[in-house]
């Protein structure tokens, strides 16, 4: 079946502009996470989705982030008034409920100039 | 303070050559350690461990859990181009669900 999908695969954008990221999850995977890859260091936890119940945000950086996850599936992950270290690979990964195992998508490349 | 810690940070082999690449955790309880592997973006899973001292294998690639030491070795044995790649480690913590990753090991296996 299809894996997780990111929208889109690169997107460079000017400080101070606001930017949305986009992860479609594996179907039937009800969990939904969002981490950060800068260079060189590792997967940063960001957030994390399960089902209809209040997110975990403890990972989100500042308040420029936030993300949301539409009738359970679809999430999107917005970064406002972008900053220069802001510029890293943002993944997306899915799971069953209770799974350890992520799968993770393409992940989408943001530079912010 | 980085609670995984992988090495060596990077590795340059020749093809033919065996790897053994180390993650060492200061997690004491944790659910389980997973392995991975990144080409490009996606990471790819790789294993999953949950027993210590027992063999996961798939092809050339093998890992193997240890608890009392607590670190894991991922072992690829008659490297090949294609195995060229970060590989990351992660350790599922018993309270939570976010993997903590390590920065990874990156591997060039060259011609």
């Known amino acids: 079946g299809a894996g997780v999908s990111q929208s889109p695969s690169n997107k460079v954008t000017e400080k101070g502009k606001d930017v949305e990221l986009r992860c479609d999850p594996i179907?039937?995977?009800?969990?939904l996470y969002w981490y950060r890859q800068s260079l060189g260091q590792g997967l940063e936890f960001l957030i994390y989705?399960?089902?209809?119940?209040?997110?975990?945000k403890s990972g989100l950086p500042s308040d420029r982030f936030s993300a949301e996850r539409t009738g359970g599936s679809v999430s999107t992950l917005t970064i406002q008034r972008t900053q220069q270290e802001d510029s890293a690979v943002y993944l997306c990964?899915?799971?069953?409920?209770?799974?350890?195992?992520?799968?993770f998508g393409p992940g989408t490349r943001l530079l912010v100039l | 303070e980085d609670k995984v810690v992988q090495s060596p940070l990077s590795l340059v082999v020749h093809e033919g050559d065996t790897v053994t690449l180390n993650c060492s955790y200061e997690?004491?309880?944790?659910?389980?350690l997973l392995w991975y592997k990144q080409e490009k973006k996606a990471p790819t899973f790789l294993f999953m461990l949950?027993?210590?001292?027992i063999e996961k294998k798939s092809g050339r690639l093998s890992s193997i859990l240890d608890k009392k030491e607590l670190s894991s070795i991922l072992n690829i044995t008659a490297t090949q181009t294609g195995d060229s790649a970060i590989y990351l480690c992660?350790?599922?913590?018993?309270?939570?669900?976010?993997?903590?990753f390590g920065k990874g090991t990156s591997l060039l296996v060259t011609p």
């Open positions: 990964a899915s799971s069953l409920v209770g799974g350890p195992t992520q799968y």
């Open positions: 179907s039937g995977h009800t969990a």
């Open positions: 989705f399960q089902g209809n119940s209040a997110p975990d």
């Open positions: 997690v004491t309880n944790f659910r389980s």
């Open positions: 949950t027993s210590s001292g």
């Open positions: 992660a350790v599922e913590p018993l309270s939570g669900y976010a993997l903590n």
